[in-house]
């Protein structure tokens, strides 16, 4: 079946170090969405990317959208410990579900 | 805080029982999902509903059900209970009835834990 899977599953840098996590579907996709989901936390919505090669900013957060719209990556610079958390990308599946990858943990060392 | 609400916080039970999650979505949102989070699965979508009517559905066992009432509060209920049903459930909302084009906000979540 169709399928998100994201890479790397773990990541630990030092902070000031950049960070990417990169998602892959096994689909085209319409759009696609990340959440962070901080330690004993809930999944909180990030950005929604929708055109194909699209890219948006957020801060120090940078979010592509592949030419192909079957692959995205968050791109994170110059990391702080306040970014530790799992990145989730989640994709649109042909029956209308959102279906979340696996998540990247991100941990960073002050 | 995303305006999601989920009771109870953490629920402990034994095996062949029966429990139910409680979860009231953002004012104003229609729809609500129900996910299961465990350790090996990641993030699995459980079942949607949007205003009253179940939307979508995804990996949910036949021992679960859902509804969502008149007043859009959803009960996830959760039957014959087995360990492998230990896990963390969020509810999540959203305003519209497209679970992959609208923003979806969670709840805190409800751990359950099976012994």
């Known amino acids: 079946g169709q399928q998100v899977m994201q890479i790397p599953q773990y990541q630990h840098v030092q902070e000031g170090e950049d960070f990417t996590t990169y998602c892959n579907s096994s689909?085209?996709?319409?759009?696609i969405q990340w959440y962070k989901q901080r330690p004993g936390g809930h999944p909180v919505f990030l950005i929604q990317l929708v055109k194909s090669g699209e890219v948006k900013k957020q801060k120090r957060l940078t979010f592509q959208f592949g030419e192909a719209k079957k692959n995205s990556s968050l791109h994170i610079t110059a990391t702080q410990t306040t970014d530790v958390g799992t990145y989730f990308c989640?994709?649109?599946?042909?029956?209308?579900?959102?279906?979340f990858g696996q998540g990247t943990t991100l941990q960073v060392k002050p | 805080d995303s305006g999601v609400t989920q009771t109870p916080k953490h629920l402990i039970t034994a095996t062949g029982q029966r429990v139910t999650l409680r979860c009231s979505p953002r004012s104003g949102d229609l729809s609500v999902y129900w996910y299961q989070q465990s350790l090996d699965q990641g993030l699995q979508f459980l079942i949607q509903y949007y205003n009253g009517e179940e939307r979508a559905k995804g990996n949910i066992l036949e021992r679960f059900s859902a509804q969502q009432f008149p007043d859009l509060h959803s009960e996830l209920n959760l039957s014959s209970l087995e360990l492998g049903d230990s896990a963390l459930y969020f509810c999540?909302?959203?305003?519209?009835?497209?679970?992959?084009?609208?923003?979806?906000?969670f709840g805190p979540g409800t751990r359950l834990t099976v012994l």
């Open positions: 989640a994709g649109p599946s042909n029956t209308g579900k959102l279906i």
């Open positions: 689909t085209t996709l319409s759009n």
């Open positions: 999540a909302s959203s305003v519209g009835g497209s679970g992959f084009y609208n923003e979806q906000f």
